[in-house]
């Protein structure tokens, strides 16, 4: 099990999740962070520090947000880490909670 990054850190990556990974998962895209899932402890820690609460235990996605399982693990892969906080993205409050950011994710 692991847990996942949704749709709503698209365009507001506040990064506070990454100050409390003990084992350093997330991993860091122009617009978006990852989990690793096979680095994943499951220990819950970042779920409550998201300000987007953009993150979930993969047995429980929100409906609709199934796709952010295979994309985080495709995507960690691809991108680096990332175990230091860094500042939001600018307009971060602004895109918090809207929907539809799917199709805003850069790779
Ligand atoms: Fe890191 Fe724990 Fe969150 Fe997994 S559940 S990403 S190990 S803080
Ligand atoms: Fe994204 Fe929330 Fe972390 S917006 S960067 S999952 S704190």
């Known amino acids: 099990m692991t847990f996942v990054v949704t749709e709503n850190c698209i365009k507001c990556k506040f990064t506070d999740c990454v100050d409390v ?10 617009n978006f962070l990852v989990i690793d899932p096979e680095e ?12 987007a609460e953009a993150i979930f235990s993969a047995e429980e996605l929100p409906d609709g947000q199934e796709i952010f399982a295979s994309l985080n693990e495709e995507l960690a892969k691809l ?27 850069e790779r």
């Not at 990974?21 to 122009?30: A, L």
């Not at 994943?40 to 300000?51: A, W």
């Open 21 to 30: 990974c003990p084992v350093d998962c997330f991993h860091e895209g122009p």
């Open 79 to 105: 991108w680096p880490s990332i175990a230091e906080v860094r500042d939001a993205l600018p307009d971060a409050d602004d895109w918090k909670n809207k929907p539809n950011k799917l199709e805003l994710l």
């Open 40 to 51: 994943c402890i499951d220990c819950s820690l970042c779920e409550p520090e998201c300000p």
